[in-house]
């Protein structure tokens, strides 16, 4: 029986594609994002202990080489998050494809479909096919939020499940996304043409990064011309919160106003991306 450790299950979702869905939050993430807003979920855990040592309430128990979290007595503190040097949580559960339906099933007469998201959802691709399978056989649609580093075009039974992808564009500018995210950008570029061109993009989304001008200008301008009319263009302004201290050190403590946002929207819009909006 396939399992996936998940991170955490939203049964109720608006912000994760179209209409009310669940979205699966898998464990595990092969970039490594500077304004990541969920750090936590980048690598797997390591049994360290440094977690349990700190959990004010004994959530925590180091047995047989892993940690184990007792949910009933979590306060949801995130202490252990905090102390985590490794860029993970112990707040994880392994779950099978049939643990994740019976999640499904419970909000089913209130949903239109599901969303995978991470992490990275896509380096659990054996899992996806068989949960989105599963999910069809109850009317749902199946969408995934992914960075794009999975060849989508080599899987053709994925894509078959897949009904959409929410696509990150982090950067255009190959040394600028590997400095984002220490993963070069070749393949998400080609995916962001092989799901338009097959009908299986909902929306691409780019975070602006303030102090960032020339490296935004060529992300958006580059994108917008890629995308055109195909589908939405999500151009989220860069926030702190979340982001690990020593990147906001990089990245800086401030928002990018709505007004130089929509600068960048109006950009894609003059270049025929007539769905770009900002968030």
């Known amino acids: 029986m396939k399992t996936s450790r998940v991170n955490r299950i939203i049964n109720f979702s608006n912000v994760d594609g179209p209409h009310n869905r669940t979205a699966i939050f898998f464990q595990e993430c092969n970039f490594n994002c500077l304004y990541c807003h969920n750090p936590e979920t980048i690598n797997k855990c390591i049994a360290c202990g440094e977690c349990v040592k700190n959990c004010p309430v004994g959530a925590l128990s180091l047995n047989d080489g892993m940690v184990n979290w007792d949910e009933k007595k979590c306060v949801k503190c995130d202490t252990c998050l905090k102390v985590c040097k490794h860029k993970s949580s112990p707040k994880t559960t392994l779950m099978s494809v049939d643990d994740v339906m019976e999640r499904i099933k419970k909000s089913r007469p209130y949903i239109k479909g599901i969303t995978t998201s991470g992490g990275e959802c896509s380096l659990q691709a054996p899992f996806l096919k068989e949960l989105f399978k599963r999910c069809h056989e109850l009317g749902l649609t199946c969408f995934m939020d992914s960075n794009g580093s999975y060849d989508f075009a080599k899987d053709e039974e994925l894509m078959s499940y897949t009904d959409a992808v929410m696509l990150d564009v982090k950067a255009y500018d190959k040394k600028f996304h590997a400095e984002l995210c220490s993963y070069d950008n070749t393949l998400v570029i080609k995916n962001l043409h092989y799901?338009?061109?097959?009908?299986?993009?909902?929306?691409?989304?780019?975070?602006?990064?303030?102090?960032?001008?020339?490296?935004?200008?060529?992300?958006?301008?580059?994108?917008?011309k890629i995308i055109g009319d195909r589908c939405r263009y999500k151009l989220i302004r860069y926030r702190?919160?979340?982001?690990?201290?020593?990147?906001?050190?990089?990245?800086?403590?401030?928002?990018m106003s709505m007004e130089e946002a929509n600068q960048y929207v109006e950009l894609a819009k003059s270049l025929g991306c007539s769905q770009a909006f900002v968030l």
């Open 240 to 255: 702190p919160f979340g982001v690990r201290e020593e990147y906001q050190k990089i990245l800086g403590d401030d928002e």
């Open 195 to 224: 799901l338009l061109d097959h009908d299986k993009m909902y929306e691409v989304r780019t975070v602006l990064l303030p102090g960032r001008k020339e490296d935004n200008f060529t992300t958006v301008s580059n994108v917008a």
